[in-house]
């Protein structure tokens, strides 16, 4: 069970935005800024997001990331079939002095 | 270029120790903490833990206190990740990050098997 919930899967069709939350506490997500990753099978995680809203460079700009409160966004618009992958949410837990990982999110380009 | 590149694949028997190396290179190794990150197969994603390449100091997960020790040799800018105790369930992919999670090794498959 993940300190940070994330819905296990989220699909839609090329074109579309699709969102995919991650849900936390006031000690973790409340308080401190949140990291996206995007996996593909057989790879490392690849940064998309961090602190809250930024992206690195070279992360297109069809993807951001929004905040409020205790829960963190990921949107993706412009939805490609090469976006099919996994995505995780992270941040810091101030009651566990650790970071911690939502439990990922598979999304299905359709 | 900034590159973490880690040592290869292990097979250990239970109860056995497993070290892992993620060599750094394209940066000044003594300005980034060092995080270790592990999957196990159709898993997500877990942080055990980061050392400060400066100081030596680590910070670990409650979960691998007693069985994780995270070193660093400054002049071979290598870290190193040492799990010992090692139980079927520890099999899983570790993966080293640079502070910030900007660049990642590419992962080491440690598998547990009698």
């Known amino acids: 069970q993940s300190v940070l919930t994330q819905p296990p899967s989220a699909s839609g069709t090329p074109g579309q935005r699709v969102t995919i939350s991650c849900s936390g506490s006031?000690?973790?997500?409340?308080?401190?800024?949140v990291y996206w990753f995007q996996q593909f099978p057989g790879t490392a995680p690849k940064l998309l997001i961090y602190?809250?809203?930024q992206r690195p460079s070279g992360v297109p700009g069809r993807f951001s990331g929004s905040k409020s409160g205790t829960s963190a966004s990921l949107a993706i618009s412009g939805l490609q079939s090469e976006d099919e992958g996994d995505y995780y949410c992270a941040t810091w837990a101030d009651t566990l002095n650790g970071w911690v990982f939502g439990g990922g999110t598979k999304l299905t380009v359709l | 270029q900034v590159q973490l590149v880690q040592s290869g694949a292990e097979v250990k028997q239970p109860g056995a120790s497993v070290r892992v190396s993620c060599k750094a290179s394209g940066y000044t190794f003594t300005d980034y903490y060092v995080h270790w990150v592990r999957q196990a197969p159709g898993q997500g994603l877990e942080w055990m833990g980061w050392i400060n390449p400066n100081s030596g100091g680590t910070n670990h997960a409650q979960k691998f206190r007693g069985r994780v020790t995270m070193t660093g040799d400054t002049s071979m800018t290598t870290v190193y990740m040492e799990l010992s105790s090692l139980r079927f369930d520890d099999t899983a992919i570790y993966y080293c990050a640079r502070r910030g999670y900007d660049f990642w090794g590419q992962g080491t498959l440690v598998s547990v098997s009698s």
């Open positions: 602190r809250d809203d």
């Open positions: 006031s000690s973790n997500v409340g308080r401190n800024t």
